[in-house]
């Protein structure tokens, strides 16, 4: 199985910017996409940005232009630059990925969540 370890969430002013980081360790065969996904108080998780392991990035609409998703397959980690925050970004942040055990199955893994506020 395969852990993952979130930092960087708080509170910020609207414009303001914040950076999340996670850290993959466990024993698995392969990880590959990296990425992050946020829930808002009363409405369904959503996706934020993932990247694969070849580096190809995508990006939900709302946040494309503000937030950029860098990663580093060496080390399996994943981080998501968010400039000009917006309280509409105010959500938890889970990082996910999507990895492959020794028995060949694709499984995905999420972290506990950071939470991210924005105030206006």
């Known amino acids: 199985q395969v852990q993952l370890v979130e930092s960087g969430g708080g509170l910020v002013q609207a414009g303001g910017s914040l950076t999340l980081r996670c850290a993959a360790s466990g024993s698995v065969l392969s990880i590959n996409h990296m990425g992050w996904y946020r829930q808002a108080l009363g409405k369904e998780r959503e996706l934020v940005a993932i990247?694969?392991?070849?580096?190809?990035?995508t990006y939900a609409d709302s946040v494309k232009g503000r937030f950029t998703i860098s990663r580093d397959n060496a080390k399996n980690t994943v981080s998501l630059q968010m400039n000009s925050l917006k309280p509409e970004d105010t959500a938890v942040y889970y990082c996910?990925?999507?990895?492959?055990?020794?028995?060949?199955?694709?499984?995905?893994?999420w972290g506990q969540g950071t939470q991210v506020t924005v105030s206006s």
């Open positions: 990247a694969n392991t070849g580096g190809r990035t």
């Open positions: 996910n990925t999507n990895f492959v055990d020794y028995r060949g199955r694709i499984n995905a893994g």
